[in-house]
């Protein structure tokens, strides 16, 4: 039982007597703390602000400590009359100074003395620590005299921002008020300047390790960009340059009313800012109380397996097709955005003041303005200003010029133009946007600058971007819940024009030989990049994403006065954009009709050159180590087929076994042959040199029999290799090759980390090819939280018309280990022969596509056959590991928009399409 208010002295002094004082008071104190925590809870949970929350949290703490302290020096460690020496306090500082805890945050506490320890003050600090211990709290603790505490601010600026955010607890007041007094005297006669630089470069190193992209899709609540570190950086360095105010932010209670942005020190943000940042401040502390909750730890990152439920305890729902998870992280990013953009006013402010050194923001240059030969225009502390809001009044067309000026003249923008665009976007109308020196200056930007990414960056952040193109504005913060894309829609997009501006530039030859050399040949190099641009912006439609790309393309180009010829072109690359990467990758390239069906789709070379540096840069811009030149090696064959196609020249089924010679005359003498291509090993020529040395690679070479293919990838399953990729063909004379790539369960190249096992795996490969299978498969690991987070739903496409001499199966479903055996073995106890296959992975949806016949060679086309094997197919599909153990998990059905036009094609047609996409 809780004691009340007016017994809890009572039961204080009942516990010094006890046989375990200290276990007793940590009971009592455990009780009343946890009720007033779930009390905060309570309100979190009937949607109350997080700041309010994180007072609340930060108040029980404060009620704890001081019945601790009351305990310690009154009952315990009694001193009516106490020493000078004796005198202590407590305050707390780092973020429980500042007032604010989440559900799992550190206590960070100063035991102040006047100077050297006495054994009593080291008693008290000792019980006290351990009581908290006890209670399971972590406590960072440090204990100093006022004078040491002085001398520590002065040489660390980590202890210095401590002390900004001091606030006394318990204790002797007066010391805690002389150290106060004392440390905000010198830091008003020091020059802020240090201090707000090292912030600064705290914070840039914080984003680096957390993350350098605002937009990554697993962000850092705290750390990350656009996170609560950057508010309370912003605060830092108000506070450094006014340290004689009260702490009038940290402290308001929180039933006071009192708006968290007015607390900022004044003369940093302007009405609207102060807004901003309160909202800022108060979601980003609702989404940490609640993440916390969701994890049961001090979990800081929002990953996906904790996003659903995050957004299910914010009260998100789905709307349309678009999941409550996703519409929730769209809300995240976009405040995210706002947090940048309040980077950028404060750092204005501190450059009128003269108070920043060139390791801030940006280098603090002589004030004077540069002209620039453009009316409005100015270079000032090395980036680009206006002369004032005035500029873009009388013509809006302006604010598209700034952005071509700032490219031109390769200048960041100056937070005061970043402000004065932000406060004419209201200008941006419907005239506007087909004004035609406004279209022209955009697609300079776009097509013809010097570095469109940083530019359309700029503009994505002020808000023109989607102001001036709608289209464009519906995908701004947008997410995928999926393990495959590693950014929002729009930062994806921007990642995919910046490679393809480095291809032109030549910055990626060694990774991308082909495209660096067609993309010159490119006849409209505005299609492309208006392409690029306009790619994914049907994502979520309820037409599917490439019908209604398609549709916004059209629409979009029209407003901003392109040609007819070129919209069309556009229009196709936007609906077709998928299409070289499902061919290549799910797709026999070395079958003539496959080759001969894409050139059909493609039409000319023109278009088969933008459609493969458009692929390029789409893949390599979802994340890292998506792109491998294992896909570059299949793009570049189907390219090379489909260009000679246009020349006139006959294409020929592929010899298999070129890129092994001497493979088959050893497997002919032998009965099978293994090559093991580790990436230590592996000859690397420019084609090979980019993110390739993530798989290790694995040909086998064997005379072609009923379920080779299955016996194979049970080997690899039985050695816990993850086949990442995987390549079947057959020779004309019965022979056949298999090639996989394979990780190990930590997605490195397999037997990287002992290559001691590949001899071992290359025997269990030669023994299989032989048909001798693994005498036990261990049976699966769990699946992770965080891949259990997707339910992928299954699906299974079979299509008896792509190809002449087989029937192709495209699967689709939930990766795991030992899926492809499972596949294989399946199709063989259907007595159904693997001719080709093609294995891709796109996060945590597998893709397998296998090219068939019956025993006989023959194309599959019985409907009950056919029947039977689909459901048999998406039996394995739905077949799983076990779900982890933990807390519920609330899983996402993230897929449904990825299969819809699939499902719309229906079974028997042709199955290219969309089910893991390309970017």
């Not at 730890?297 to 995050?310: G, M």
């Not at 490679?499 to 030859?509: H, K, N, P, S």
Request: hydrophobic fraction near 45%; proline fraction near 6%; charge should be neutral.
């Amino acid at each position: 039982m809780i004691p009340s208010p007016e017994r809890l002295d009572a039961a204080l002094a009942a516990a010094a007597a006890a046989p375990d004082p200290r276990a007793t008071l940590a009971a009592l104190l455990g009780a009343r703390h946890q009720a007033a925590r779930a009390r905060a809870f309570r309100r979190l949970e009937a949607g109350a602000g997080g700041v309010e929350v994180a007072r609340a949290l930060s108040a029980a703490a404060d009620d704890m400590i001081g019945q601790l302290w009351r305990f310690t020096t009154g009952v315990l460690f009694p001193a009516p009359n106490p020493t000078e020496a004796e005198r202590l306090a407590v305050l707390a500082v780092g973020g429980y100074g500042r007032g604010v805890l989440a559900p799992f945050s550190d206590l960070d506490l100063l035991f102040l003395r006047p100077w050297k320890t006495t054994a009593r003050t080291e008693s008290v600090v000792e019980f006290m620590l351990y009581v908290l211990w006890d209670l399971g709290l972590k406590v960072g603790s440090a204990v100093r005299s006022v004078d040491e505490s002085l001398s520590l601010a002065r040489q660390d600026m980590t202890i210095r921002t401590a002390l900004l955010e001091a606030r006394p607890l318990v204790g002797d007041a007066a010391l805690a008020a002389t150290l106060l007094a004392r440390f905000r005297r010198e830091v008003a006669r020091s020059d802020p300047r240090p201090f707000i630089a090292a912030k600064l470069a705290e914070r840039d190193q914080r984003h680096q390790k957390a993350g350098a992209v605002r937009y990554k899709v697993e962000p850092n609540v705290k750390d990350g960009k656009g996170g609560l570190r950057d508010l309370n950086t912003l605060f830092w360095i108000g506070r450094g340059l006014a340290p004689e105010r009260d702490h009038e932010f940290e402290t308001a209670s929180a039933d006071s009313g009192a708006d968290s942005g007015d607390r900022v020190p004044e003369g940093l943000l302007t009405p609207r800012e102060r807004r901003t940042f309160a909202f800022a401040f108060d979601f980003l502390w609702r989404v940490r109380a609640h993440l916390h909750l969701a994890a049961g730890r001090a979990a800081e990152t929002l990953s996906f397996d904790l996003q659903p439920e995050v957004a299910r305890r914010m009260g998100w729902r789905g709307r349309g097709d678009e999941p409550a998870v996703e519409r929730f992280m769209r809300r995240y990013f976009l405040v995210a955005r706002d947090v940048g953009a309040l980077t950028r006013a404060i750092s204005a402010k501190l450059e009128a003041r003269q108070q920043k050194t060139a390791l801030g923001l940006s280098r603090l240059l002589p004030r004077r303005a540069r002209p620039l030969g453009v009316e409005g225009f100015t270079a000032e502390a090395g980036r680009l200003s206006v002369t004032g809001p005035e500029v873009f009044e009388d013509d809006p067309v302006r604010l598209l010029e700034l952005f071509v000026t700032a490219d031109a003249e390769d200048l960041d923008l100056h937070p005061d133009a970043y402000a004065a665009v932000i406060r004419t976007l209201p200008k941006v109308t419907p005239a506007l946007r087909r004004d035609p020196r406004a279209a022209a200056a955009f697609l300079h930007v776009l097509a013809h600058g010097q570095n469109p990414y940083r530019v359309l960056t700029l503009m994505n952040e002020t808000g023109l971007l989607g102001r001036f193109l709608p289209e464009w504005g519906r995908i701004v913060g947008q997410t995928q819940f999926n393990m495959y894309h590693a950014y929002t829609v729009d930062e994806h997009t921007l990642q995919a024009i910046r490679v393809i501006a480095d291809i032109a530039a030549g910055r990626l030859t060694d990774d991308h030989p082909l495209a660096s050399e067609i993309v010159h040949r490119i006849a409209d190099r505005e299609a492309l990049f208006l392409a690029m641009l306009l790619h994914d912006v049907g994502k979520g439609g309820e037409r599917g994403q490439l019908e209604d790309g398609a549709i916004a393309a059209r629409r979009a180009c029209e407003r901003l006065g392109v040609d007819a010829r070129r919209i069309e072109q556009v229009v196709w690359l936007v609906r077709h954009h998928l299409a070289l990467s499902d061919h290549a990758q799910k797709r026999d390239v070395s079958d003539p009709a496959t080759v001969r069906a894409f050139a059909e789709l493609v039409g000319d070379p023109e278009r088969l050159r933008l459609l493969l540096v458009l692929t390029v840069a789409d893949i390599r811009a979802v994340g890292p180590g998506v792109w491998n030149s294992w896909k570059g090696r299949l793009m570049r064959d189907l390219y090379a087929q489909v260009e000679a196609l246009f020349r006139g020249e006959s294409v020929t089924r592929a010899d298999p076994l070129a890129e092994h010679p001497g493979l088959l005359e050893v497997a002919q003498a032998s009965g099978a042959a293994v090559e093991v291509r580790a990436p230590d090993a592996r000859t690397r020529g420019p084609a090979d040199a980019d993110e390739s040395a993530h798989v290790t690679e694995v040909a086998v070479a064997a005379r072609d029999r009923p379920g080779l293919f299955a016996d194979l990838a049970e080997a690899l399953a039985a050695d816990g290799a993850d086949v990442a990729g995987a390549r079947v063909a057959t020779t004309d004379d019965g022979w056949a090759l298999d090639v996989f790539l394979i990780q190990d369960g930590a997605g490195a190249p397999w037997g990287q980390a002992e290559a001691r096992r590949l001899p071992g795996l290359k025997a269990a490969l030669e023994a299989a090819a032989r048909g001798r299978r693994p005498s036990r498969v261990p049976e699966p690991p769990p699946l992770s939280r965080r891949r259990a987070a997707f339910e992928v739903r299954p699906v299974v496409m079979i299509d008896t018309e792509t190809s002449p001499r087989a029937t192709v199966i495209e699967v689709s479903g939930a990766d795991r280990p030992g899926l492809l055996a499972d596949l294989a073995r399946t199709l063989t106890e259907h007595e159904v022969s693997i001719r080709s296959a093609h294995i891709a992975g796109f996060g945590e949806r597998a893709v397998d596509s296998f090219y068939v016949t019956d025993a006989e060679g023959r194309k599959l086309t019985s409907e009950a056959t056919l029947d039977r094997l689909q459901t048999a197919l998406e039996a394995v599909l739905e077949d799983g590991p076990a779900l982890p153990a933990g807390p519920p998990l609330i899983r996402a059905r993230a897929s449904a928009r990825d299969v819809s036009e699939l499902k719309r094609r229906g079974r028997r047609r042709p199955a290219v399409s969309s089910v893991a996409e390309a970017g």
